[in-house]
């Protein structure tokens, strides 16, 4: 089974039980925390070609029913697909962003971005990666998990690069920014 193995040991609090005198003597050292993922996985799904219908019209969006979950899609999800479909080619963005524009958090983008059902095009999610860049989840999988690996095929397919432990580099045009210039889209 793949884990999820740590950059740096955390050292939580350490208790030395010896009493001297009256008091007991505590020790806390904490170290950095970051979670590196070693990459186990090989990627079955590298395609970022694909066209799926996406509903333009207000009418298309409330009769459009999610195969994923046998559901209508919800509005919040929708303003979340919209505006990850702006995300150009070989350019990320982070949840955080996505989240600060809808005035949201960014679990709430991840948990909409895991029911989408217009992947890879035109709503790539593929290409929402964490604050930190580190490559997030995809799907519903984190950390080393075949759809991570996916995630990062995706990613390499349109330009964008990895160091070590699926952390982003940079993208297409060798720089290292998120996409931000966000568009509202209202409908009448």
Do not use: W
Not at 29 to 57: C, L, S
């Amino acid at each position: 089974m793949a884990q999820l193995r740590s950059r740096s040991a955390v050292k939580s609090e350490k208790s030395n039980n010896t009493k001297t005198g009256s008091s007991v003597t505590k020790k806390s050292v904490k170290i950095n925390t970051k979670k590196a993922i070693v990459q186990t996985f090989q990627a079955k799904d590298k395609d970022v070609k694909t066209i799926k219908e996406f509903p333009r019209t207000q009418k298309e969006r409330s009769e459009f029913i999610n195969f994923k979950t046998g559901r209508k899609i919800t509005a919040f999800q929708y303003r979340v697909y919209d505006l990850v479909e702006q995300i150009p080619t070989g350019q990320v963005t982070s949840y955080k962003i996505l989240s600060d524009a809808l005035k949201s958090s960014p679990r709430a983008v991840g948990q909409a971005l895991r029911l989408n059902p217009f992947c890879p095009l035109p709503v790539p999610c593929h290409r929402v990666i964490a604050s930190d860049y580190s490559i997030g989840g995809f799907g519903g999988g984190f950390g080393d998990h075949q759809l991570t690996a996916d995630k990062k095929a995706k990613l390499e397919a349109e330009g964008y690069v990895f160091g070590e432990h699926y952390m982003c580099k940079n993208d297409a045009n060798g720089t290292r920014a998120f996409f931000s210039d966000f568009k509202t889209i209202t409908f009448e």
